[in-house]
């Protein structure tokens, strides 16, 4: 069975960092596009932050030059590192894999993990 779990968020203050990990199992995911996404409450899920098989990337405005995705293929692994957050930033951070590259929608990603709640204290 597939699954994309994620893990490393938490409570921090804004200015401060997180490193979100998201390790894929039952699947090599090397070929696949990741994804990281974000939803606040009574707000929409949003695209946050993307990366192809090849290590071609697109950012939400909201979050260029501060948030920083990357992926590790030998270890099924995507991460976001999240710097300079900002109290808007809190919400349940989702990661995804999608087949093709670009993906910026979530109606392009087909695998979905549980979700990590991260919260920047003002």
């Known amino acids: 069975q597939v699954q994309l779990v994620e893990s490393g968020g938490g409570v921090v203050q804004a200015g401060g960092s997180l490193r979100l990990s998201c390790a894929a199992s039952g699947r090599a995911f090397s070929s696949y596009a990741r994804g990281w996404f974000r939803q606040a409450p009574g707000k929409e899920r949003e695209f946050v932050a993307g990366?192809?098989?090849?290590?071609?990337?697109s950012y939400a405005d909201s979050v260029k030059g501060r948030f920083t995705i990357s992926r590790d293929n030998a270890k099924n692994t995507v991460y976001l590192q999240s710097n300079s957050l900002k109290p808007e930033d809190t919400a349940v951070y989702y990661c995804?894999?999608?087949?093709?590259?670009?993906?910026?929608?979530?109606?392009?990603?087909?695998?979905w993990g549980q979700g990590i709640q991260v919260t920047v204290s003002s």
């Open positions: 990366i192809g098989w090849s290590g071609g990337t």
């Open positions: 995804a894999a999608a087949r093709l590259w670009p993906a910026v929608s979530m109606f392009q990603y087909h695998v």
